[in-house]
């Protein structure tokens, strides 16, 4: 019975931010007769979890995982990715491969198989280095005797001139009393909790959509990415800052609609 199945996109924020940022594009989505999606990462969003509660990055993206799972055997979703989410819906990609008709990278983290994601953060924190970007807190955890925990709390002058510099004035307001602290993973963690193969995630589509004036993910480190792990198609929204989704919602939401009809 096709057609008769609406189709599903399943949105993940990224870092520090939650299901909200998507209100916007929700909206526009639905109101073109797709079915949408907002998940709230582990201690984002209105997720109950606090920072110091995750452990590893596994726990932070299993929410995601947690939908997935529950998605009848023949159900297909497109996953949209942002930012720090791109890292979540390759985990996704890679044990949810027959449930994802695309994947979707939005200014985001799009690591691959032969392209380990410690490398790109291992660029990004250089270049961070080079400009103070964002306020990083590192607390002890009193519940455990191994190692302190660490978190990137929000800073809002960096927020301001780094992720919604072209975005509405209200749309940034919205976001100083929503986003939450966002935990640091180990590198070990990391290592350990990443491991993608090409029998897997190789196997779902992918799109890179390129947000041309983002400050923090720099339009040139995009195009590095895409270069060293080149996905299926590539879009760019000119004139979008670090949030699409609030700076240009129209242009991502066309996008959004374009894979939709190609890909499902």
Wanted: charged share 20%.
């Amino acid at each position: 019975m096709e057609g008769k199945k609406k189709r599903r996109l399943v949105l993940v924020h990224g870092a520090q931010h939650g299901a909200w940022c998507w209100y916007k594009l929700s909206a526009l989505l639905n109101s073109a007769g797709l079915e949408v999606t907002c998940l709230d990462m582990a201690s984002s969003g209105i997720h109950p979890k606090q920072v110091l509660d995750i452990t590893s990055v596994s726990e932070y993206v299993e929410p995601l995982l947690q939908f997935l799972r529950s998605l009848p055997p023949e159900e297909r979703v497109i996953l949209v990715g942002h930012s720090f989410g791109g890292l979540c819906i390759s985990l996704a990609m890679e044990f949810f491969p027959h449930k994802i008709a695309v994947a979707v990278f939005v200014t985001a983290w799009m690591p691959g198989p032969n392209f380990s994601y410690l490398t790109l953060l291992q660029e990004f924190k250089h270049r961070l280095s080079l400009k103070s970007n964002l306020d990083s807190k590192t607390v002890s955890d009193e519940n455990s005797n191994s190692h302190e925990k660490r978190y990137v709390t929000p800073d809002p002058q960096s927020l301001a001139s780094n992720l919604y510099q072209l975005s509405p004035p209200e749309d940034f307001t919205l976001a100083l009393s929503l986003v939450r602290p966002f935990p640091i993973f180990s590198d070990e963690d990391l290592q350990e909790n990443i491991q993608l193969t090409e029998e897997n995630h190789g196997t779902v589509g992918r799109v890179y959509i390129v947000c041309e004036q983002d400050k923090l993910i720099e339009q040139d480190f995009q195009l590095s990415i895409i270069e060293r792990n080149p996905p299926d198609e590539v879009k760019v929204i000119p004139g979008a800052d670090h949030m699409p989704m609030f700076s240009k919602p129209q242009q991502l939401f066309s996008y959004l609609q374009e894979i939709a009809n190609i890909y499902y």
